[in-house]
Each structure stands twice: as C-alpha cells, then as structure tokens.
C-alpha cells in the first residue's frame, strides 16, 4: 500500500491565521482527498484534488477557505485560511487503491 | 453520498466479550468498506465486501453484508484490549467517493 506523509502533525494557531498542511505519497496517484475529522466526529470530505485541474470541492466547502494545491502526482496541499475555532479539527489526506482509502497520519489543527 | 448510521454509538465491553457493530442505510449501496481507527490514530482500511449476503472473516472479526444490500455488521468475538478504537463503514458514492458512517466507538474493559 502507499505510504503517505503528512505534516505537521499538529499546530496550534492564532484565529485569522492560515495553515498549510503537506502531504507526499511514495507513489504516482491519481486523485488525492482532504477529509476533516471534527472531534468525536466522523470524516467528512472536503475536496479531491487533481493533478493538472482544480480541486473537485463538496458542499459545504469552498476554495477561498480551503485552497488547495496538487502540483504533480505525489502531492499535494491544503490550506486552512482565516482560520476560527470551528476550523480546529484533525485534517487527513488519503489516496485510493483498489476502491479502499489509505490515509496519511494526520493534522491534528487546533485554532485559538 | 448519503451517510449511513451505525449503531450503537458507543460500546464499552469487558475483555472476552463480543462485540457487534451495525451499519444502516435507507438505499442500496454499491459496496461497504470497513475502517479502524485506534484512539489518536488515523483510519485503517479493514475490508470491502461488494455481494449481496457476503461474509467475510478475518481472525476475530467477521464481516457481513446484507441481502438487500442496506446493511452490514461487523462482528468481534472475544474482545482484547487491542481492539480498542472507533470503527467506520464507509460506501462508494457518486463520483466514487467514500462517505463514511457514524462510526462506533468500542472501549475493552480488562
């Protein structure tokens, strides 16, 4: 299976603040996802990002807040902007393999 | 995708005690997966069951999909204090992605 990195694993932030988090699979991947992960939540997705296109976005989330970038096949990142407390959250990149999702580590964002 | 209900929410058990999840859907689903996620940690993919009326076994765990398609259960016999942690099923939706249920949170009890 992949194997995926994620960074930071968590920060603290000041609300108004943006946060950028990193994620670098050690593969070639077509489509890589962003879910947010609320406390004692379940996952929700927020985008797919594409190589060479813009993120695919579901309802509720839009690229202004959640900017993403997906500049080659191996990565990609998401940006957390103007950041509140309602943005605190665990953020996981994921990449598909044979329908099932392998997840990286994890951004545990708690915002101030 | 619509999101599924699991119940129950939570589930504390003593070691040596089954468990049992559940997962409801109001329409047909394509497919289920199934995910662990131990506390702290990030989802871990269990298994995928795509037939109507599948089982599928994996040690301790028992994974089953129903006839119509709208349900499925994972079922643990005899809990060990490692199988604490929050499971997931999950389905494939339009666009194929994955909407994930509820989740249950199982705590083992020595």
């Known amino acids: 299976s992949a194997v995926i990195s994620q960074k930071p694993s968590r920060d603290i932030c000041q609300r108004g603040t943006s946060l950028t988090i990193q994620c670098q699979v050690d593969?070639?991947?077509?489509?890589m996802f962003w879910y947010r992960q609320q406390p004692g939540q379940s996952l929700t997705l927020i985008a797919t990002?594409?190589?060479?296109?813009?993120?695919?976005?579901e309802s509720g989330f839009v690229i202004d807040k959640f900017p993403i970038s997906r500049p080659n096949l191996t990565f990609s990142t998401l940006t957390v902007s103007n950041m509140s407390p309602e943005d605190s959250s665990i953020y996981l990149c994921?990449?598909?393999?044979?329908?099932?999702?392998?997840f990286g580590s994890g951004t545990q964002l708690s915002v101030l | 995708g619509q999101q599924v209900m699991q119940i129950p929410q939570y589930q504390h058990v003593q070691e040596g005690e089954d468990f049992t999840t559940y997962c409801n859907s109001s329409?047909?689903?394509?497919?289920i997966q199934w995910y662990k996620q131990r506390p702290g940690g990030h989802p871990v993919f269990l298994i995928q069951?795509?037939?109507?009326?599948e089982v599928k076994k994996q040690k301790r765990l028992t994974f089953q999909f129903g006839e119509a398609k709208k349900n499925s259960s994972l079922h643990i016999t005899a809990t060990q204090t490692t199988d604490v942690g929050t499971y997931f099923c999950?389905?494939?939706?339009?666009?194929?992605?994955?909407?994930f249920g509820t989740g249950t949170q199982l705590k083992v009890e020595l």
């Open positions: 329409t047909t689903l394509s497919n």
């Open positions: 593969s070639q991947v077509t489509m």
């Open positions: 069951l795509v037939k109507s009326g």
């Open positions: 990002a594409n190589q060479g296109s813009e993120a695919t976005y």
């Open positions: 999950a389905h494939t939706g339009g666009g194929n992605k994955l909407t």
């Open positions: 994921s990449v598909t393999e044979t329908g099932s999702l392998f």
